[in-house]
């Protein structure tokens, strides 16, 4: 598959910045609001990451797509404010970065429609959308298509953006894929009694190693995104880092930077097929067969 872009450019390129601060901590455990010092660590991204985050992209003259947590609105409403005032792009992101996986058409609606007043209260209506931990559900495109959502950035399965339709046939939506390769958190994120596996990496080696999968996108005409934390990110060397892969990106020949919600109207504008993504399950029964135990196979 693959996709015209605008002016002759040859691929595009999007910087990203999911603005978890405390929601991803709490909706993973409420208690964890009684670890001050945990607290404070999801809060350097407002207090401190954003603010330098926003600095670096002005020095580069590059707009950014930023996904923000309802309850992140809430809590950081003058960052937000500044934000918008930088002219970036504020998506969506759930509203207390709710655990997706399994739960129901109706829970989701309603974290979502929780996330759209809270943004709509700074006076932002978004047209992008991301789950947090990037974990769609089947009903999810329905939900976004009835709220008149533009586009998603959650799911795997490409190198450039797609349109797809919900299961209900309503509508569609543009998709513009993500990668774990291109996800900070792998990288750098470690708090004892929370995440990560107790590795922060070089941020050289995370330079070269998104640097390497923009030269491939670029190569390929493809889309790299890029998806960063302010309270990972945010920090000294690894915003240096970040500044230097942005000069790289944008020096590379052809390469569009944008906005998420940019690529989607392009995509929109261009693309004609709308796919429909296929659902595969498990052959029913396979597993109570007498030749396959289940122990040993869900053992796997
Ligand atoms: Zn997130």
Not at 83 to 89: F, S, T, V
Not at 187 to 192: I, R
Not at 259 to 272: F, K, R, S
Request: proline content about 6%; aromatic content about 10%; charged content about 20%.
């Amino acid at each position: 598959m693959t996709i015209s872009w605008p002016n002759g450019h040859r691929a595009a390129a999007a910087f990203t910045f999911d603005v978890d601060a405390e929601s991803c901590v709490l909706a993973h455990d409420p208690a964890a609001s009684s670890r001050m010092s945990l607290m404070t660590h999801q809060a350097y991204g407002p207090r401190v990451g954003v603010p330098r985050l926003l600095r670096l992209l002005e020095r580069r003259g590059v707009t950014a797509t930023f996904f923000v947590p309802g309850f992140t609105a809430d809590t950081y409403p003058d960052m937000v404010r500044q934000i918008r005032d930088a002219g970036h792009e504020i998506a969506h992101h759930g509203y207390l970065h709710e655990p997706m996986q399994g739960i129901s058409a109706e829970a989701e609606a309603e974290y979502i429609d929780r996330g759209l007043e809270a943004l709509d209260r700074l006076g932002v209506r978004p047209v992008g959308y991301r789950a947090p931990w990037w974990e769609m559900n089947w009903h999810s495109a329905d939900l976004l298509i009835e709220r008149g959502f533009h586009y998603d950035s959650s799911l795997l399965d490409g190198d450039v953006p797609y349109r797809f339709s919900g299961e209900l046939g309503q509508g569609d939506l543009v998709e513009i894929p993500v990668d774990w390769t291109l996800d900070d958190w792998e990288q750098y994120a470690f708090y004892p009694g929370w995440t990560g596996s107790g590795v922060i990496e070089s941020p050289a080696k995370v330079h070269e190693m998104w640097l390497l999968e923009a030269q491939a996108h670029h190569a390929e005409g493809g889309c790299f995104v890029l998806t960063n934390h302010p309270f990972i990110s945010g920090r000294p060397s690894k915003a240096a880092a970040l500044e230097r892969l942005i000069g790289d990106v944008c020096e590379l020949d052809g390469m569009w930077v944008a906005t998420l919600g940019e690529i989607a109207a392009h995509t929109a504008a261009t693309v004609g097929e709308v796919r429909r993504i296929r659902r595969v399950e498990c052959p029913e029964g396979y597993f109570d067969r007498p030749a396959t135990p289940k122990a040993t196979a869900s053992a796997q």
